[in-house]
């Protein structure tokens, strides 16, 4: 239409230009001249419509939907016909500004979209209480001034009720040992604020009642601090069904008091020896007078988790353990997600990342000891963060390996990189272990909880003397620097059944000119099995096995000299003597 204008108007302009340049005619210069202003208004309405008004004119016929964000970030839709008219409508009825009455750039505008089929318009919307002060800016930064009822219409959604102060139902912050937790109102609360001339509001929406928990021990203070300090409130804390602490305030002047008063003599009442779940119950009140904008009773509902330290449950004292031989200590009062470690204070005593399982009550970790600690007793502490809360001592024996010089040269004489990748491998596959009790039906025997692993390769006789070997020099290796020996090797005649030692899933099947075929079984509780060097592998990935049931057979592939199989055991990343499990078994 703007276009239409101009040209009409440019043609009027020249017409009138030549005509008078005519000398036959009837009427005085003069008229004429009246006759081409005349004509020119229209150019001069459309120049200030385009200055002032807002051209683009959305139409709700081409909408499909209409989306809100908040400047708190949440996000509403709109596919409803009258919402769409009211919004074409906001935009097609508002003014270009040069300058609001007010300074926008501090604030956090709403971003309303305008969604078609084809393409998408946003506009920020920087709204306010006053509807003579509603403006949004469009995405050529152009800012717009609100039609005042327009704005009265917007001001309705729920969407912009923050525009107001103290619309926000007050939230409480309880504190204890450095942690906060901001606890939402509950259901039962009511909550009014002043919007316009009258009072509005209601309970709040559901995305607020998320109750929160804070956890405490014995030590620790509780301290209660509110967003808008009310004029009465009450902490009411039951264990069960039994009311545990009372307080209720009314006359002081400010939060730290609030928290002080309401939990003061809270620390005495839990004297728990296990963790403890605790109902803690708010109730305040903001009473309505004329000076204040808001009035209303909330109540707060939250867990405070009373919380008895972790600790060892058994411990390995008294127990002396070898290099490359693992334990498990039983833990007690384990929180969900609690993450714990065992550090030794002598940094010669090097333990792998703790992992907790869980069967049954039972919570427990294993204490796999690398093949390169040095004999002597060990003072281990177990860590939550910084803090120490249990310790044991543990004696590590000195066990002689023998040693042994390869001569043989296997393929390429080039396997480094191989053998580095494929410990490497392993490693992350311990790391993804199935947190599950896969091998339960190795249970051995009708008393106890003793797990039995069977050997590989039925009849053949393992070299136990192979596991923690010391090569001195290997010809296969570039580098050939000293290596222990990490597994051990079963010997016997090619294509003989190699089955599994425990039940589990396949974790990965593979070959290399290190391993040959090799397949790795995944026990759960960070626990592998790895068999290498077969002729031929039987099962595949992600298949389930039952403990003796055949996974391949024995070869020479790979890094080999005789036919058989090159079988480990690792526990969270540590390899640990395989032939432990399938002589003395793993017991509870």
Request: glycine residues 6%.
């Amino acid at each position: 239409m703007y276009n239409i204008f101009v040209l009409v108007s440019f043609d009027v302009i020249i017409y009138t230009y030549f005509f008078l340049k005519g000398t036959d005619t009837m009427l005085k210069k003069s008229t004429y001249i009246f006759l081409s202003v005349l004509l020119c208004i229209p150019l001069i309405l459309v120049i200030y419509f385009s200055v002032s008004v807002n051209t683009e004119k959305p139409s709700a016929d081409l909408l499909v939907e209409i989306t809100i964000d908040d400047p708190n970030g949440k996000r509403s839709f709109f596919d409803d016909r009258d919402s769409h008219e009211l919004f074409a409508n906001v935009v097609g009825n508002a003014f270009k500004v040069s300058a609001p009455s007010r300074d926008l750039s501090a604030e956090t505008p709403a971003v309303v979209t305008h969604i078609e089929k084809e393409q998408r318009y946003s506009y920020n919307y920087y709204m306010s209480s006053n509807p003579e002060e509603c403006y949004f800016t469009n995405t050529r930064g152009e800012t717009y001034q609100l039609d005042s009822d327009d704005a009265k219409d917007l001001l309705s959604f729920e969407e912009f009720i923050y525009v107001y102060d103290n619309y926000a139902v007050p939230t409480v912050t309880l504190s204890a040992n450095g942690k906060d937790e901001t606890v939402h109102a509950s259901a039962f609360s009511e909550w009014f604020f002043l919007k316009g001339e009258e009072f509005a509001g209601g309970i709040p929406s559901s995305e607020e009642q998320y109750s929160g928990s804070i956890m405490v021990s014995a030590e620790d203070d509780v301290t209660a601090n509110f967003s808008i300090m009310p004029d009465r409130c009450s902490v009411t804390v039951f264990n069960g069904n039994s009311q545990i602490h009372y307080a209720d305030w009314a006359s002081y002047n400010d939060t730290a008091e609030i928290g002080e008063k309401l939990f003061s003599d809270l620390a005495s009442k839990m004297a728990f020896t296990a963790d403890t779940r605790l109902i803690c119950e708010i109730n305040a009140e903001w009473l309505e007078t004329e000076d204040k904008t808001y009035y209303g009773n909330v109540t707060y509902t939250t867990d405070i988790l009373f919380d008895v330290p972790a600790g060892c449950d058994s411990t390995p004292v008294d127990k002396k353990l070898s290099p490359g031989e693992f334990t498990f200590i039983k833990l007690h009062n384990v929180n969900a997600g609690e993450v714990l470690n065992f550090v030794p204070e002598d940094d010669k005593f090097v333990l792998p990342e703790t992992k907790i399982h869980k069967i049954g009550d039972m919570t427990f970790c294993y204490l796999p000891i690398p093949l390169t600690t040095p004999a002597g007793t060990y003072k281990v502490n177990l860590m939550s963060g910084d803090t120490a809360i249990d310790s044991f001592t543990i004696g590590i024996n000195s066990k002689t390996f023998g040693t042994a010089t390869v001569t043989n040269h296997f393929g390429s004489g080039a396997l480094d990189v191989t053998k580095k990748e494929f410990e490497e491998l392993l490693v992350t596959l311990c790391n993804k272990s199935e947190e599950a009790h896969l091998w339960s039906d190795a249970k051995s025997g009708t008393t106890g909880n003793k797990y039995v692993f069977v050997n590989p390769v039925t009849g053949s006789n393992p070299s136990t003397s192979y596991f923690g070997t010391k090569v001195e020099d290997d010809p296969n290796l570039v580098q050939s620097l000293p290596y222990l020996r990490t597994s051990m090797f079963i010997e016997a005649a090619a294509g003989k059944n190699v089955n599994a030692t425990a039940s589990g899933k396949i974790a990965a099947v593979g070959e290399n000119n290190y391993s040959g075929k090799y397949v790795v079984i995944d026990h759960g509780f960070g626990m592998i099995s790895v068999y290498e060097n077969l002729s031929e592998v039987s099962v595949a990935m992600g298949d389930a096995v039952k403990i003796g049931s055949p996974i391949g057979k024995t070869g020479k592939t790979g890094y080999a000299s005789k036919d058989g199989t090159r079988f480990s055991i690792m526990i969270d990343g540590v390899f640990v003597n395989p032939f432990t499990n399938y002589r003395y078994g793993i017991s509870y």
